[in-house]
T-cell receptor
Framework: DTGVSQDPRHKITKRGQNVTFRCDPI?????LYWYRQTLGQGPEFLTY????????KSRLLSDRFSAERPKGSFSTLEIQRTEQGDSAMYLC?????????????FGEGSWLTVV | AQTVTQSQPEMSVQEAETVTLSCTYD???????LFWYKQPPSRQMILVIR??????QNATENRFSVNFQKAAKSFSLKISDSQLGDTAMYFC????????????FGKGTKLSVKP
């Protein structure tokens, strides 16, 4: 059990470029979540998957954002046409489907800076 | 909509002393879960302690304990025998029953443990 891993850990991109982040959850976890955290704020929920199905999306997830989990294992979060307001840490998390209140384990996050 | 408020942006405590971090929340739900997460500098967020709202007994985890006051919608974290490794951001979070991993976080409290 190596925990939730995210790649890259840091990304600097020019405004208008596309970026993609990858998340590998804990191996037996079938739920996977994406959160966004800006400086001075707590994380905000973006979306979650159960296996390969994306079951909920926050209104924060604009049309420029797309998340996938093609085989129910790793997930990608793509941001198209990045804007400066997208600068944030993108956190991935995973959990077992043991019912409501199951413990959610977070990765170390991927920092995005849009210049 | 649920909200979580942490009114103490920063706190400090001497090593071996006790400190209490405050958290209040607002919800119309009756069944929910409350969490305290710790986020050390440049490290992943980890779960410190959780409380099920239907349980009257306050949760404890070694040096960490909570004071859960459901009627007052208050959920404070007490850290006893503070250690230098407790230095971190602490986030209070709420999840409604059936919330499917949609954690609502407060803005966090930056705790510094001084030698």
């Amino acid at each position: 059990d190596t925990g939730v891993s995210q790649d890259p850990r840091h990304k600097i991109t020019k405004r208008g470029q596309n970026v993609t982040f990858r998340c590998d959850p804990i191996s037996e976890h079938n739920r996977l979540y994406w959160y966004r955290q800006t400086l001075g704020q707590g994380p905000e929920f973006l979306t979650y998957f159960q296996n390969e199905a994306q079951l909920e999306k926050s209104r924060l997830l604009s049309d420029r954002f797309s998340a996938e989990r093609p085989k129910g294992s790793f997930s990608t979060l793509e941001i198209q046409r990045t804007e400066q307001g997208d600068s944030a840490m993108y956190l991935c998390a995973s959990s077992l489907r043991t019912g409501a209140g199951n413990t959610i384990y977070f990765g170390e996050g991927s920092w995005l800076t849009v210049v | 909509a649920q909200t979580v408020t942490q009114s103490q942006p920063e706190m400090s405590v001497q090593e071996a002393e006790t400190v209490t971090l405050s958290c209040t929340y607002d919800t119309s739900e009756n069944n929910y879960y409350l969490f305290w997460y710790k986020q050390p500098p440049s490290r992943q967020m980890i779960l410190v302690i959780r409380q099920e709202a239907y349980k009257q007994q306050n949760a404890t985890e070694n040096r960490f304990s909570v004071n859960f006051q459901k009627a007052a919608k208050s959920f404070s974290l007490k850290i006893s025998d503070s250690q230098l490794g407790d230095t971190a951001m602490y986030f209070c979070a709420f999840m409604k029953h059936g919330g499917e991993g949609n954690l609502i976080f407060g803005k966090g409290t930056k705790l510094s443990v001084k030698p």
